[in-house]
């Protein structure tokens, strides 16, 4: 594949090169949640997480641009950050630099120190994942770590809207992070495939299997959703976006063949932004 590593972007592909998705769809989630709930929290808090988000995917890809290359394929986002290391690196820096005082005095004592909880799991993360050989990866679930953790942060002031940790909020949480574990097990399949399925890196068991049967994953998550909400494990609007991801998805394995190799991931992040379309219908109170 002579030209797989030109690194020439369409102008749709910039927002996931620059891992602007990551943050626009946990701040949706977050809001989603929040009027659904009717739970108020400090204006500033969605603006904090965006920037922590952003910051936390940034320096994973800059983490993993220090690995060797492996594979006849890599996707441009990739790409992008071997290309522009320094450059990405001091935006990094300089987020790490903003994040944390900001965080301190525009964010509730409980929400800062269950930040400061969950930054700790955190980092243990990216010392498995990035310290550990590169050949490790697959002899446990990664994707599913991240998305429990992607959750948590989410959800972590509206966990905490009250000041102290509401417990109520666990099916919410394990079903986005349930909706986000399929997103990252197909993306994490797809790009291993389509770099030629390398034997250095091969994801998880479990990874490969919903990835390759995201279709039926997809359901499974709209069952689920319908099941919290008969349960009242969830709000209405909550669960409908869910529903509303999860067939996305479904929709996504259905045509994934005939994407571009990197409009893949860019596919799969948009299947998670159907709070957009909740919140601008009005469904929400």
């Known amino acids: 594949m002579k030209g797989a590593r030109e690194f020439a972007p369409k102008a749709w592909q910039w927002p996931n090169i620059l891992s602007l998705d990551a943050p626009l769809i946990a701040v949706l989630w977050q809001v989603l949640l929040m009027q659904s709930l009717g739970v108020r929290v400090n204006r500033m808090e969605p603006l904090v997480l965006a920037l922590s988000v952003w910051f936390l995917y940034i320096a994973d890809q800059l983490l993993d641009a220090l690995q060797p290359e492996t594979g006849e394929w890599l996707p441009v986002r990739k790409l992008f950050y071997r290309r522009y290391f320094r450059a990405a690196s001091a935006v990094g820096m300089s987020l790490a630099l903003l994040i944390l005082p900001l965080a301190y005095f525009l964010l509730r004592p409980s929400t ?24 490790w990866r697959g002899f446990w679930p990664r994707e599913a770590a991240v998305a429990l953790l992607f959750a948590l942060g989410t959800f972590l002031a509206v966990w905490f809207a009250g000041g102290k940790r509401n417990e109520s909020l666990a099916g919410p949480t394990l079903l986005f992070a349930l909706l986000c574990w399929a997103n990252c097990a197909a993306i994490e399949t797809w790009e291993w495939q389509f770099a030629g399925e390398r034997a250095g890196s091969p994801p998880g068991a479990s990874t490969r299997w919903t990835g390759r049967h995201l279709g039926l994953t997809g359901m499974g998550i ?12 969830a709000p209405l609007e909550f669960t409908l976006a869910c529903a509303a991801s999860g067939g996305a998805l ?12 990197d409009m893949v991931s860019v596919a799969a992040n ?9 919140l601008a219908f009005g469904r929400v109170r």
């Open 270 to 278: 948009l299947a998670l932004c159907s709070p957009l379309f909740v």
């Open 112 to 135: 800062f120190h269950g930040g400061l909880e969950l930054a700790v799991a955190v980092i243990l993360y990216f010392c498995v994942i990035h310290a550990a050989p590169l050949r």
């Open 222 to 233: 709209i069952f689920a959703a319908g099941g919290a909400q008969l349960a009242a494990l």
């Open 250 to 261: 479904s929709l996504l394995a259905l045509f994934r063949s005939r994407l571009p190799a």
